[in-house]
């Protein structure tokens, strides 16, 4: 058996390690792989086929998306990639079952630092029961039995064989986000922060470490993710304020607030569910606060290969509101939900992303989009992963 | 390891929202879950024979690169054949018994 990260994580026998560790070789080896022959496809023969039938729109990543599936290549590839995210999900979700019970055992809290506060007559938003996102089976809302944490177990192994950190933190979305922020305001001192859809706060926790005088809080919709995640940061001895709620409606006062924060929750709701949640933390901010969500670039800035490539999430990976959020635009849905026309900012996690999104965006707004592509695909097989849509409420 | 008894409900193993088809038939798609699905498994199966041998070899049991220095007799090797014969058999048994009805046919004209 491995070391654990802490003392909540789930047991793993041999061949449950294993299970992981062949879907995380799937996934970072076949996966790309799969991908590049993809890519090299468009590349030598749809895109130039594209080009002289659509002069016009060859680019339209709805046209390369129909032209791409008609290859019985691009469709084993799709239907391989499903079902290794069905595989990573099984392989979780069997090895939690096997002990729920003690997990849930485990996982309560006789004298805790920080608290948890669930709300049994919540009324769960409809695009949560709709669809399982990331295939995840029952749901990230799913309560078993009395006690449950399965949803967030299962949550964190996903997330260990996902980001191929096999057991650590997973916390790389919230430290990225951090260091953007500290770099941007050194003296930033936050009183209280609060971080919309939290899950089972992975990514909350850096927050009481970089600013270690604050009151932190999370909320999320699920019971069961929220009982692990308490108990995990009992376990890491970080105390946190968990509430079960949803983003569009937590239930604090106005001005609670002078840090707002969400990671990867914007492509996960619908457009009203949104611009709700961010008319929300406009209210719940202090004057002066900040509103801060990271989550993955929009249309607009990749090239439309690489549009049509991470659309692809929507087919194998459960993801409804994927493409809808990704041809809005995060800086004006701010703007519509009530921050002031100029205090919105648009920010990547480094300077060279930067520099590469603005020059696709130039190449698009030039007409050329082979340009747009290329610089998309700079560094080779990489995008940017954290990009982050900033909102200052006025002092 | 889990000590607690195990009283929870059984989970459920599929995802809620529609599975994509990409082909047509659609059993296409269900071979290639399949075909993911044992690739992981003859993963575990290969880590866990490594590990066993591994295990062997720490104990004393053998020394290391003994298994892959091991010549077996004349009578094990046949008994090593036959069942590789029958195993691969049972693995490919439909396309066989297509190609011995193909054959039967073939023998009677």
New interface residues.
């Given amino acids: 058996m491995s070391a654990k990260p802490h003392a909540i994580f789930p ?1 793993r ?3 449950e390690l ?2 992981d ?3 995380r ?2 996934r970072t080896e076949l996966i790309p792989a799969l991908e590049m022959g993809s890519r090299a496809l468009f590349d030598g023969q749809i895109g130039p086929r594209l080009r002289r039938e659509a002069p016009e729109d060859w680019w339209d990543r709805h046209r390369i998306r129909d032209a791409m ?1 008609e290859s019985d290549y691009v ?2 590839q ?3 990639q ?3 995210q ?2 990573m ?3 979780a ?2 090895s ?10 485990r996982a309560r809290q006789s004298a805790p630092r920080g608290s948890l506060t669930l709300n049994p007559d919540m009324v769960m938003p409809s695009y949560v ?4 996102i990331h ?5 990230y809302a ?1 309560d ?2 009395d006690g ?1 944490v ?1 949803a967030g177990a299962i949550y964190e192994r996903t997330i260990s064989i996902y980001l191929k950190t096999s057991g650590g933190l997973n916390d790389g979305h919230s430290r990225t986000l951090i260091g953007f922020l500290k770099e941007r305001d050194p003296e930033m001192a936050p009183r209280r922060i609060l971080e919309l859809g939290c899950g089972i706060g992975n990514n909350l926790l850096p927050y009481k470490e970089a600013f270690p005088d604050a009151e932190v809080h999370g909320v999320d919709v699920g019971a069961a993710l929220l009982r692990y995640g308490h108990a995990r940061a009992e376990a890491l001895g970080v105390p946190v304020h968990l509430k079960q709620a949803p983003a569009e409606d937590p239930g604090y006062d106005d001005g609670s607030f002078d840090l707002i924060v969400s990671h990867i929750l914007a492509h996960e709701v619908p457009e009203e569910a949104w611009l709700t949640l961010n008319r929300e933390a406009l209210r719940l901010l202090a004057p002066g606060g900040v509103v801060a969500h990271g989550d993955v670039p929009v249309y607009s800035e990749l090239g439309p290969y690489t549009q049509y490539a991470y659309s692809k999430e929507t ?2 990976n ?1 993801e ?1 509101f994927w493409c809808a959020y990704r041809d809005r635009d995060p800086v004006a849905d701010l703007e519509r939900a009530g921050f002031p026309a100029g205090s919105v900012e648009r920010g990547f996690a480094d300077p060279t992303v930067t520099a590469q999104i603005e020059a696709v965006k130039a190449a698009r707004a030039a007409g050329d989009m082979v340009e747009a592509e290329r610089i998309s695909r700079r560094p080779m097989g990489m995008v940017p992963r954290f990009a982050f849509v900033i909102g200052h409420k006025p002092k | ?17 529609k ?2 088809t ?2 047509e038939p659609d059993a ?2 269900r071979l ?2 399949t ?3 044992l ?3 003859l ?2 199966t290969r ?2 024979l490594d ?1 066993l041998e591994r295990l062997l070899v720490r104990q004393g049991i053998f020394a290391d690169g003994a298994l892959d220095e091991i010549e077996f007799s004349k009578s094990e090797e046949d008994v090593r054949e036959s069942n590789r014969s029958a195993y691969l058999q049972r693995v490919n048994y439909l396309v066989l018994d297509e190609a011995r009805r193909a054959q039967a046919k073939a023998d009677e004209s």
């Fill in positions: 047991d026998s041999h061949d294993a299970r560790a062949a879907v070789a799937l599936l469709r084993y799709i239907s391989t499903r079902s290794v069905e595989m999900q099984l392989s979700l069997t939690v079952e096997r002990q729920a019970s003690s997990l849930a055992e029961e709709a669809i399982d295939c995840q089976p029952g749901g799913k078993y039995h449950d399965a087919y194998f459960n409804p | 390891m889990a000590t607690a008894e195990n009283t929870a409900p059984e989970f459920t193993r599929v995802a809620r929202g599975r994509p990409l082909f296409i798609d290639i879950a075909n993911v699905a690739t992981v498994e993963s575990v880590d866990r590990a």
